[in-house]
């Protein structure tokens, strides 16, 4: 089935609702409008109803999408949000920086998320990623066989799908790091209805190059066929010989996922970042995410060169990680 159709079909499986901070950007209210509007998920819009009409291409907003201001949020109910930061953030931050760390609409919609009040978050329209995902990893923090927290994205063009990670967030990752990523990528390939192939990727294959920053790639492969036996994961690969069958058949004769690789994770965030964006920007394909893999509630980062496009299908794909999840 075609992707987007899949998504819609799943996420109208339940009432899902998704915090959106970033009601101040003409992309972010345009895109919630039409996911209200076709009845796929109830959107809570950060931002005052006036300012965000004024950015809408609608004369009305759609009766379920909901807009709440920070600004009147009722005294108790953000002395309850505090209390209840305070408490998670167990000695880190006292409530009265609390009150001020909440000002920050990451931090306020991130706290709905993990209250309950909302399925999820979808931001990063016009913050940066460590702004968007700080109160992620502070607040709702990662599931507890997963160390640290990464981003994917769903690479599309035509029916080609493929899994690039981590292109986010984690700037150095260690081998272990490196392991986690590639297993967590695995299970993100699986909500796209990808059969995972894992490719660890580097510029050597198989013992052609040595080097400190190849010994890390060849450990994060051990440690990943330890962490999950029954996936397919390999590497050292360079991505020709991922990729490219014949090129395969010379470089690494022996591997199934040489040749076959859908799932592609880089060494460290600079390949990963420059990488996607070059298949994105040269390649022609449609990069959707970051989606960030490993959270106990999903939280999704946006680039902040996206369209409305890209926000509908992040936030589709927000809100059938909620349900896969529960
Ligand atoms: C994600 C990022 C912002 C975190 O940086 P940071 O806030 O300076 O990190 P810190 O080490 O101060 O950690 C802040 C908190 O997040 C946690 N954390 C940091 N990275 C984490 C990860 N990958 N997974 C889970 N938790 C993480 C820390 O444990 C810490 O928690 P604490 O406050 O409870 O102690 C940083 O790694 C970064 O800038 N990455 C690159 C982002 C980027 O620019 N990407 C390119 C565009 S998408
Ligand atoms: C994912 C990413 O690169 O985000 P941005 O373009 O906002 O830096």
């Known amino acids: 089935m075609e992707l987007l159709e899949s998504l819609k079909q799943k996420v109208?499986?339940?009432?899902?609702?998704?915090?959106?901070?970033?009601?101040?950007?003409?992309?972010?209210?345009?895109?919630?409008?039409?996911?209200?509007?076709?009845?796929?998920?109830?959107?809570?819009?950060?931002?005052?109803?006036?300012?965000?009409?004024?950015?809408s291409r609608t004369e009305q907003l759609p009766e379920n999408l909901q807009i709440l201001d920070p600004a009147t949020y009722p005294a108790a109910a953000f002395e309850e949000m505090v209390a209840a930061f305070v408490a998670r953030r167990n000695g880190k931050n006292t409530a009265e920086q609390a009150r001020e760390m909440l000002k920050d609409v990451n931090y306020f919609g991130t706290m709905l998320v993990y209250l309950g009040k909302a399925d999820g978050m979808v931001s990063g329209?016009?913050?940066?990623?460590g702004?968007?995902?700080?109160?992620?990893?502070?607040?709702?923090?990662?599931?507890?066989?997963?160390?640290?927290?990464?981003?994917?994205?769903?690479?599309?063009?035509?029916?080609?799908?493929?899994?690039?990670?981590?292109?986010?967030?984690?700037?150095?990752?260690?081998?272990?790091d490196l392991a986690e990523i590639a297993v967590e990528s695995a299970k993100t390939a699986r909500l796209f209805d990808i059969d995972p192939k894992v490719a660890l990727m580097s510029f050597s294959t198989k013992g052609s190059a040595s080097s400190p920053v190849v010994d890390k790639v060849i450990e994060a492969v051990k440690l990943a066929k330890q962490l999950a036996p029954n996936e397919e994961i390999d590497g050292e690969l360079q991505f020709d010989a991922a990729f490219v069958p014949s090129v395969a058949a010379k470089k690494a004769p022996d591997s199934k996922v040489a040749g076959h690789a859908n799932v592609f994770v880089f060494p460290e965030l600079q390949s990963g970042n420059i990488g996607y964006k070059i298949a994105q920007r040269l390649g022609g394909f449609e990069a959707v995410g970051p989606i960030l893999q490993g959270l106990n509630q999903p939280v999704s980062d946006l680039s902040r060169g996206c369209d409305e496009e890209e926000i509908y299908k992040v936030s589709l794909i927000t809100a059938a990680q909620a349900i896969d999840e529960e």
């Open 12 to 55: 109208t499986q339940k009432p899902m609702t998704l915090v959106f901070p970033e009601g101040n950007d003409e992309r972010i209210v345009n895109a919630t409008i039409r996911l209200a509007s076709e009845n796929l998920l109830t959107p809570i819009v950060l931002g005052k109803r006036e300012e965000i009409l004024k950015l």
């Open 125 to 129: 329209a016009i913050h940066a990623t």
């Open 131 to 176: 702004d968007t995902v700080r109160p992620a990893l502070q607040i709702i923090k990662t599931k507890p066989n997963v160390r640290r927290t990464s981003g994917a994205f769903l690479m599309l063009r035509e029916d080609e799908r493929y899994i690039f990670s981590d292109c986010a967030i984690n700037i150095d990752p260690t081998a272990q």
